[in-house]
């Protein structure tokens, strides 16, 4: 595990413990560490999980599917992102949402039960991971939060602009990359990706935004007038 914690300690999840602290975090809740190819399954919906996953290189999604193969993106996590926390946190709670690798990845897994009870090694760091615990669930309600104010949008076009109008601002850059691909980027959205090629072929011809692939720049001035 120790060759893990670079990424560890920029990991909210571990702020402010030192290594000592996480290498005995890992301990206490039973870490192990899985490989998954791309476009493998890590959590599938239907099932139930006792553990949350924490990415440690490569790139999950996070989706819902219908019967009819119909995907709805909800959000996208990279190394140092955590993902099934809430379910893992509630015992024979079952997943409404699949976890796939988005590439070649690996995944340390954590017991989250063991945080949630009393330490049986006593260690001393166990309430500030318990409070960094809720830090991570309040930041994954603010990102569904972002992404039902996207898709509530009425058009295409709104959200389109809704979505990377947020980056730019979360970003602080008008010039900015986005973590999705066109497809990808339509299923967070909830859109036709055809539809959506189109908008953004508008967006470019009136010298709204500029795009190469899964770079986005915005002009400014031409945004107001929307």
């Not at 399954?41 to 193969?69: H, P």
């Not at 976890?99 to 690996?106: F, P, S």
């Not at 991570?136 to 992404?147: E, H, M, P, S, T």
């Not at 295409?156 to 602009?161: E, G, P, Q």
């Amino acid at each position: 595990m120790k060759k893990y914690l670079p990424i560890l300690k920029n990991s909210p999840f571990f702020k402010g413990l030192s290594d000592r602290e996480i290498l005995s975090i890992l301990q206490c809740v039973n870490a192990t560490t899985i490989s998954r190819k791309r476009d493998s399954y890590i959590f599938r919906a239907g099932d139930s999980t006792e553990v949350m996953g924490l990415v440690v290189s490569g790139g999950v999604l996070i989706i819902q599917e219908d019967l009819w193969g119909h995907r709805n993106i909800l959000s996208k996590c990279h190394a140092g992102d955590f993902f099934g926390e809430p379910y893992a946190a509630s015992p024979g709670a079952v997943l409404n949402i699949s976890v796939v690798a988005d590439e070649d990845c690996e995944i340390i897994l954590l017991h989250v039960q063991r945080l949630l009870t009393s330490c049986p090694t006593a260690c001393e760091h166990h309430q500030k991971l318990i409070r960094n615990l809720v830090s991570v669930l309040a930041n994954k309600i603010l990102i569904l939060n972002d992404k039902i104010t996207h898709v509530g949008k009425r058009s295409t076009r709104d959200k389109l602009l809704s979505y990377l109008s947020a980056e730019s601002i979360r970003q602080s850059s008008l010039s900015f990359d986005i973590p999705f691909d066109r497809q990808q980027l339509a299923d967070y959205l909830c859109i036709d990706r055809a539809a959506m090629s189109t908008e953004i072929s508008k967006l470019q011809k009136e010298g709204v935004i500029k795009t190469n692939r899964k770079h986005f720049e915005l002009t400014a001035c031409n945004m107001k007038n929307l």
